[in-house]
């Protein structure tokens, strides 16, 4: 680890009005992709079939896979995995209880993928924290993520706070560093995207990394880095003096 580094330390979802659709209807919506699967596996099923799976069925006039592609077409897979519970229970076609079944779902998914790393991802730099925000990239929206990482620089969770336009009365420190305390971390690295492709920092991103810093020095988390992430490059406030 290169100790000069100064990180290191001692809303809803419409279906289009009048559209045409060739899925079928009924029971069938959700038997031919579970056929498909059974024959060719669940890599063969597109993201909005999967999804259908999981739901089971729609709602009056519309079958599950209209249901599901109106879904994801409004907040692709990475998007609808950071949504919690109440935002999901608001998307047309799902309510409470199949909201509940995809929060649970997603919260498998994560627990497998975090336990299955063995190793955790040991961090010393900015360009070794980039490849962990892979999903946030290339979203449509801004996504503020959060790594936390333990007093060996491993991260050993990470979490997507919130999702749109960023400012400090959007994202609260209570939401930061409530994951923070459950995961017993020792620093935080925060990190979301431009989709505009600029990593500039706005005035927003610097408010909110400076109230964020001051939260986390009550604390005792220190709050390492802000990374912006780009279309093809990254800005790190720390290296840029910023914080």
Not at 151 to 175: D, M, T, Y
Not at 196 to 225: C, N, Y
Not at 236 to 242: A, D, H, M, T
Request: aromatic share 4%; with cysteine; glycine share 8%.
């Amino acid at each position: 680890m290169d100790t000069a580094h100064p990180w290191n330390r001692a809303s809803g979802t419409r279906l289009a009005e009048g559209r045409s659709t060739s899925f079928p209807q009924g029971l069938g919506a959700v038997e031919l992709p579970r056929e498909r699967l059974a024959r060719q596996g669940p890599a063969a099923l597109k993201d909005y079939e999967l999804l259908a799976l999981l739901l089971g069925t729609g709602y009056r006039g519309h079958n599950v896979l209209e249901v599901s592609k109106a879904i994801l077409e409004a907040h692709p897979a990475a998007e609808l995995m950071g949504l919690d519970l109440e935002h999901l229970a608001r998307l047309k076609g799902l309510g409470k209880a199949k909201a509940a079944m995809l929060v649970a779902a997603i919260e498998l998914v994560k627990r497998g993928l975090e336990r299955g790393l063995g190793v955790l991802p040991l961090i010393s730099c900015p360009a070794e924290v980039v490849p962990l925000l892979a999903e946030i990239k290339d979203q449509r929206k801004e996504h503020f993520l959060c790594l936390y990482l333990n007093a060996r620089n491993q991260v050993v969770h990470k979490e997507v706070i919130s999702i749109g336009s960023l400012s400090a009365s959007i994202v609260h420190p209570r939401e930061v560093f409530r994951v923070a305390l459950h995961h017993a971390v020792a620093s935080i690295i925060l990190a979301h995207n431009h989709p505009s492709g600029d990593v500039s920092p706005t005035k927003d991103d610097l408010e909110l990394t400076r109230r964020l810093v001051k939260a986390g020095q009550l604390m005792g988390i220190e709050v390492l880095d802000h990374l912006i992430i780009g279309a093809d490059e990254f800005l790190s406030l720390k290296e840029k003096g910023l914080m």
